[in-house]
């Protein structure tokens, strides 16, 4: 993100001397800020013996500021990113967490579809279960082969040129802290979807239904 906000920078300030760099700036410094608070939240959750803060969290509003976070709109060409969410939807999870698994898995889509020529898209959604919360992570990448998804995640596993595979090895713990699960479906040519279940029920406070965060 900070890269893109700075090559953005560079370019307007070539076109036109005089342009005011101060937005610029600004969002370089919030989105520092905010790998800022990335990284001290993984160095937590890298130590065994740490525990589950759970809370009351809004999916959507976390989509939404991994959207802003991974700086996907500002690649050349653009990831688009949607979220099918609805905003009233909320889940009992820890927040550190739960913002980690959608912020590995959209940059590890936004990395997958770096050299792809097709439609680059990623798509948060929600399918509707009783009693436990389902949250689902799509995109319209190159896709992976048979034999990478069955040992996705596994330390060091990563179809990514210098990639550690890290990850998504936390992606699963995510998962695995909360007493989910997580699989993935994927065909080469196709893109992938991270279906993650969690063993809470989803609670919806009452709104219009068409109350959705769409693509931030």
């Known amino acids: ?10 370019m307007r300030a070539r076109k036109d001397p005089h342009s005011d760099p101060t937005r610029y700036f600004e969002n370089i410094r919030n989105a520092t800020e905010q790998a800022h ?56 999870a820890d927040r550190r967490y739960l913002s980690q698994l959608f912020l590995n898995l959209t940059l590890n889509a936004i990395q997958a579809m770096h050299d792809w020529h097709g439609e680059r898209r990623i798509e948060f959604e929600w399918l509707k279960h009783p009693e436990k ?37 936390l992606v699963h713990r995510a998962v695995e802290k909360h007493g989910g699960s997580i699989r993935v479906q994927s065909e080469l040519g196709k893109g992938t979807v991270f279906i993650c279940t969690f063993p809470t029920p989803p609670f919806v406070e009452s709104a219009p239904e068409s109350t959705l965060v769409g693509a931030a």
């Open 1 to 10: 993100n900070v890269q893109a906000l700075s090559d953005v920078g560079i």
């Open 37 to 92: 608070q990335y990284l001290m939240d993984l160095l937590a959750m890298t130590r065994e013996e740490g525990d589950l803060e759970l809370s009351e969290v809004v999916p959507a509003q976390i989509a939404r500021e991994v959207e802003r976070l991974s700086g996907a709109r500002l690649l050349n060409p653009p990831v688009e990113v949607v979220n099918h969410i609805p905003l009233t939807l909320r889940m009992h």
């Open 133 to 169: 919360t389902i949250l689902v992570i799509r995109d319209t990448g190159p896709g992976m082969p048979p034999e990478v998804c069955d040992h996705l995640f596994e330390r060091a596993i990563t179809t990514k040129q210098g990639g550690s595979g890290f990850g998504l090895t």
